[in-house]
């Protein structure tokens, strides 16, 4: 028979399932409070000390994707995104000519910017060429995400996996950097500086030697090999058009709108949870795309594109009702 002489490992065996569990059976938790509760759980619990369950909040790997986030986001808010996207595939008339437009951009943005940042950038700008061109969006979109993918593994920064990797070898260089090598044998003493020159944290382009040249052949492949490979079906494409109703809605602002005179940005309508405004009506002049710095007049349609499950959140702003 094993004594037991503590509840710890069971107390942290016990709080992994419940998250695992949660996040199954619960799929809308958040899981930013879920895992901050666990967090508390296993620290007050004794299992982590204070310092350490603090420890990856100040970590440099961890503010550097905050950082990253904070760019991707001003981006897109701005615009740079759609116009990109406009210039990219304006003209494009054939999938190899769009995938090799796409290339060299996507592999180039995304390693500096986060790669799931940038595929959810890209997707409506693919997906909008997809549909005016008759193409099947999955011919374009797996591409997208393998592109983004082979981006982000030429710099430290292109993913968040490297940068925590790098901020591990960094704590570890410190502190055997602290390390003295007084009463080591001169043998020791090699093998310190060796150890400790091999888990220097790397530089900016250190992943390129690799990098750059794996996502070179991997954007021809994705050119010329893989229209090949990829199905040709349309279903998602027809879905999208026969479903287009589930995914706008059009507001109209009245009169006696307390919002008219401001501007989008300063309305507080450039970044609603789940909406994005696309474009304006007024007196049947379509603007698009709607810039923060458009000023909001009587009488104008505002039509939103994503949740419309989330047109509660505008029926609540004073002035603003369905067209």
Not at 109 to 136: E, G, H, K, Q, Y
Not at 167 to 195: D, F, H, N
Request: proline share 6%; with cysteine; glycine share 8%.
């Amino acid at each position: 028979m094993f004594a037991v002489t503590s509840l710890q490992p069971f107390i942290a065996v016990g709080v992994t399932l419940a998250v695992f569990v949660i996040l199954q059976v619960r799929r809308g938790t958040p899981t930013d409070w879920l895992f901050l509760i666990a967090l508390m759980i296993v620290t007050l619990s004794g299992i982590l000390t204070p310092e350490e369950a603090l420890r990856g909040f100040a970590n440099q790997a961890m503010l550097t994707v905050a950082a990253l986030l904070a760019v991707t986001a001003g981006l897109r808010a701005t615009g740079v995104i759609d116009w990109i996207g406009r210039k990219l595939l304006g003209n494009v008339a054939t999938e190899k000519q769009a995938l090799g437009r796409l290339g060299p951009v996507l592999i180039a943005s995304s390693a500096f910017l986060l790669n799931t940042a940038v595929v959810a950038m890209m997707m409506p700008v693919i997906i909008d060429w997809c549909r005016r061109r008759n193409v099947s969006p999955a011919r374009l979109l797996l591409p997208l995400s393998y592109l983004a993918i082979l981006g982000g593994v030429c710099t430290l920064i292109g993913t968040s996996t490297t940068l925590v990797a790098n901020g591990v070898l960094r704590v570890e260089y410190e502190k055997w950097m602290a390390k003295s090598s007084a009463g080591l044998s001169e043998q020791e003493a090699a093998r310190l500086a060796e150890y400790v020159e091999s888990v220097r944290p790397m530089p900016l382009f250190e992943l390129g030697y690799v990098g750059i040249p794996a996502a070179l052949v991997g954007m021809t492949f994705m050119i010329f090999v893989a229209p090949r490979l990829l199905p040709r079906t349309r279903d998602i494409l027809n879905q999208l058009g026969e479903q287009r109703r589930e995914y706008l809605v059009e507001m109209m602002v009245r009169p006696d709108c307390p919002l008219i005179g401001q501007t989008i940005e300063a309305a507080g309508l450039r970044h609603l949870p789940g909406l994005f405004l696309i474009e304006i009506d007024r007196a049947g002049e379509i603007i698009t795309p709607v810039t923060p710095a458009d000023v909001i007049y009587a009488n104008d349609r505002f039509v939103f594109t994503g949740v419309v499950s989330t047109i509660v959140d505008l029926e609540k702003i004073p002035g603003l009702v369905p067209a």
